[in-house]
């Protein structure tokens, strides 16, 4: 993706802050229900008939749940769940269900996380690896982009010796609707620090996530 900078803005600081999140609209509930009215409207249909009669409640309050990572922080998510340990051997935690939504379409993105850490005298609870991954899933995402902010995120909270995040998931935009390819699967990997640097370390996070596991 090449991206494209004005030609008026000359600085550094100019040029981040043209790129920063503008400031968040307020939009009332009703608003958003009267935008799926319309849009039913727009494909042909009735909204009052009975059918449909609560739908644009129901489209507002699904797409509320599957982008509630927008209002989540890590720092609520955490809840003072990193420790000081003595420990320097991988960690992984594998098949992390991933349900996230493509920014293009607004359809889903279906898959699993395996994220891998190597301490550097701090850890992190093991269930909060999963809720990092569900936070940032939680929006309108691309895959590349899900994969960067969970390494990020653990490298910024735990300074580790390294990270490594790989993501597999299948598309609803490809299989539903143009291509139409049902089974295809996108991977998607980002290495940080020994992961990207030892091949032998990143062998074998990549042997560790390769084998099935089915646990009873």
């Avoid at 020994?194 to 089915?214: G, K, Q, Y």
Wanted: one cysteine or more.
């Amino acid at each position: 993706m090449t991206l494209s900078i004005r030609p008026d803005l000359t600085s550094a600081d100019q040029v981040m802050l043209s790129l920063a999140p503008k400031e968040k609209q307020t939009i009332t509930e009703a608003e958003m229900m009267q935008a799926v009215r319309t849009l039913l409207i727009g494909l042909g249909e009735d909204p009052d008939r009975e059918g449909l009669k609560d739908t644009p409640k129901r489209v507002m309050k699904a797409l509320q749940f599957l982008t509630k990572g927008y209002d989540e922080s890590l720092d609520e998510l955490l809840n003072g769940a990193v420790f000081t340990e003595d420990a320097h051997e991988m960690v992984l935690v594998r098949d992390i269900d991933i349900f996230s939504s493509c920014e293009h379409h607004i359809l889903p993105i279906i898959g699993r996380a395996h994220v891998a850490y190597i301490p550097n005298g701090k850890v992190i609870g093991l269930s909060k690896i999963a809720r990092i991954c569900e936070m940032y899933a939680r929006r309108l995402q691309v895959q590349e982009r899900l994969t960067v902010q969970i390494a990020d995120a653990l490298q910024d909270l735990l300074k580790p010796q390294g990270v490594a995040v790989v993501i597999e998931a299948t598309h609803m935009c490809m299989v539903m609707r143009g291509v139409q390819k049902p089974g295809s699967w996108t991977v998607t990997s980002t290495m940080r620090g020994v992961f990207s640097e030892d091949a032998r370390t990143r062998e074998e996070f990549m042997n560790l996530i390769r084998h099935n596991v089915n646990f009873h």
